[in-house]
T-cell receptor, first 109, second 115 residues
Framework: GQSLEQPSEVTAVEGAIVQINCTYQ??????LSWYQQHDGGAPTFLSY????GLEETGRFSSFLSRSDSYGYLLLQELQMKDSASYFC??????????FGKGTTLSVSS | NAGVMQNPRHLVRRRGQEARLRCSPM?????VYWYRQLPEEGLKFMVY????????ESGMPKERFSAEFPKEGPSILRIQQVVRGDSAAYFC?????????????FGSGTRLTVV
C-alpha cells in the first residue's frame, strides 16, 4: 500500500525559514507534489518534483530524494499569509494523487 | 477561464436521503478526481474518472456511493441513503494530464452535513 508521513504542526515567526518534511512509501512512483490549503478552502498546487534535487519557485522551494523516499518543502521569508495546511502528495502510475495528512503551519509576528 | 466549479457549496440532507454533488472541470481538462476531507484531516482519494470511464474507484465505498462523468455535463458524485458519517467536505479536482505533473486544480468543495 501507500503511506506518507509529514509532521502534523509547525510554528514559526515572520521572516523565518521553515522546512516541512515528507517521507513516503509507494509503488509506481512518478513524483512528489505539494499543495497549500487555507482554512478548508480549495487546495492549490505549489510544486512538483519528478527528479532528485531542489526546485525553486520564489519564496518556496521543494526537494526530492528518490533513493531516500524523502522530500521537503522549504518556505523562506515567512509571512502571516503563509499560515495554512501543507500537503505532500505522491504521483503514481495509473491512478490519482495520494495525499499525506497535512502539516498545519502557524506563522506569528 | 473559470476554474473547477462545484455545486452546491453547502448541502444538508437528512439520514436516508440522497446527496448529489456536481463538478465541472476546467476547460480542456479531461481527468476528474473526487476527494473527501474530514476536519483537521488530509484529502482521502475516492475516485478518478475520464469522460464516460471510471479509471480508479478503489477509494470509494462499494455501497451507496457512485460517480460518473458523462460525455456531456458535469461529473456527479452520488451518495444514496446518507448517514451521519458521510458528513464531510467533498472536493473535486481536474487535470489536463493523467500524471498530474502540472498540478491538479481543485474546486471550492461541497460541505455535506447529514442531520
Amino acid at each position: 500500500g501507500q503511506s506518507l508521513e509529514q509532521p502534523s504542526e509547525v510554528t514559526a515567526v515572520e521572516g523565518a525559514i521553515v522546512q516541512i518534511n515528507c517521507t513516503y512509501q509507494t509503488s509506481g512512483f512518478y513524483g512528489l507534489s505539494w499543495y497549500q490549503q487555507h482554512d478548508g478552502g480549495a487546495p492549490t498546487f505549489l510544486s512538483y518534483n519528478a527528479l532528485d534535487g531542489l526546485e525553486e519557485t520564489g519564496r518556496f522551494s521543494s526537494f526530492l530524494s528518490r533513493s531516500d523516499s524523502y522530500g521537503y518543502l522549504l518556505l523562506q521569508e515567512l509571512q502571516m499569509k503563509d499560515s495554512a495546511s501543507y500537503f505532500c502528495a505522491v504521483n503514481q502510475a495509473g491512478t490519482a494523487l495520494i495525499f499525506g495528512k497535512g502539516t498545519t503551519l502557524s506563522v506569528s509576528s | 477561464n473559470a476554474g473547477v466549479m462545484q455545486n452546491p457549496r453547502h448541502l444538508v440532507r437528512r439520514r436516508g436521503q440522497e446527496a448529489r454533488l456536481r463538478c465541472s472541470p476546467m476547460k480542456g481538462h479531461s481527468h476528474v478526481y473526487w476527494y473527501r476531507q474530514l476536519p483537521e484531516e488530509g484529502l482521502k482519494f475516492m475516485v478518478y474518472l475520464q469522460k464516460e470511464n471510471i479509471i480508479d474507484e478503489s477509494g470509494m465505498p462499494k455501497e451507496r456511493f457512485s460517480a460518473e462523468f458523462p460525455k456531456e455535463g458535469p461529473s456527479i458524485l452520488r451518495i444514496q441513503q446518507v448517514v451521519r458519517g458521510d458528513s464531510a467536505a467533498y472536493f473535486c479536482a481536474s487535470s489536463p494530464d493523467p500524471r498530474g505533473n502540472y498540478g491538479y486544480t481543485f474546486g471550492s468543495g461541497t460541505r455535506l452535513t447529514v442531520v
